[in-house]
């Protein structure tokens, strides 16, 4: 069972989620793996609580 950790800024919508997890799933599938045993966690973070080369994301 393939668990799935998506780490991004937030501020997407439900569709684009939704979007985001049938294409990982998708890719799984194309390599044998059976849908329904894919587990996929996203996790939104705040820009400002993210850093690019020592700035805050949320300052760039």
């Known amino acids: 069972m393939p668990v ?3 780490e ?3 501020g997407r919508t439900v569709e ?4 985001l997890v ?3 799933t998708s890719a799984f ?3 044998g793996t059976q849908a329904e045993a894919v587990r ?6 705040a820009k400002d ?6 700035k805050l ?3 760039r």
């Open 8 to 10: 991004m800024w937030e």
């Open 29 to 31: 599938v194309k390599v």
């Open 40 to 45: 996929i966690i996203l996790k939104e973070n």
């Open 49 to 54: 609580n993210w850093a690019i080369g020592g």
């Open 16 to 19: 684009q989620k939704r979007q």
């Open 57 to 59: 994301a949320s300052e």
């Open 22 to 24: 049938e294409d990982i």
């Open 4 to 6: 799935v950790i998506v």
